[in-house]
């Protein structure tokens, strides 16, 4: 039978998973309140809208084009494992708004 050792390391990564489980209850609430908007909305939904967006179809790409030549010119298992995280990143990069949607948050989220 072995036993569980709660190190520092578990201790925070318990700590961290606490704060977000309650940052992910919490938060719909908060950010439904509305209000004023604030004088930075333009701005972050700019900002926003190209990391999900055109600028992310672009770093998209690259990515995709250095994994190639890595691919290419190197291990081919590093190459693969290249392409594989980039599309994987970058769908989610993309995809970001429609992910916030299907999980339903709401209200202040960009």
């Not at 606490?18 to 930075?40: N, Q």
């Not at 190197?74 to 429609?98: N, P």
């Amino acid at each position: 039978m072995t036993t569980l050792k709660i190190t520092p390391t578990t201790v925070l990564v318990g700590r961290a998973l606490l704060i977000a489980a309650a940052v992910l209850v919490l938060a719909p609430d908060a950010a439904a309140g509305g209000g004023a908007s604030m004088p930075f909305d333009g701005t972050l939904q700019t900002i926003a809208g190209w990391l999900t967006g055109t600028g992310a179809r672009l770093l998209a790409v690259i990515a995709v084009a250095v994994g190639g030549i890595m691919w290419a010119f190197t291990r081919h298992e590093e190459g693969v494992k290249r392409i594989a995280q980039a599309a994987l990143g970058f769908g989610i990069a993309v995809g970001a708004t429609s992910l916030v949607a299907t999980l339903g948050f709401g209200g202040a989220t960009l």
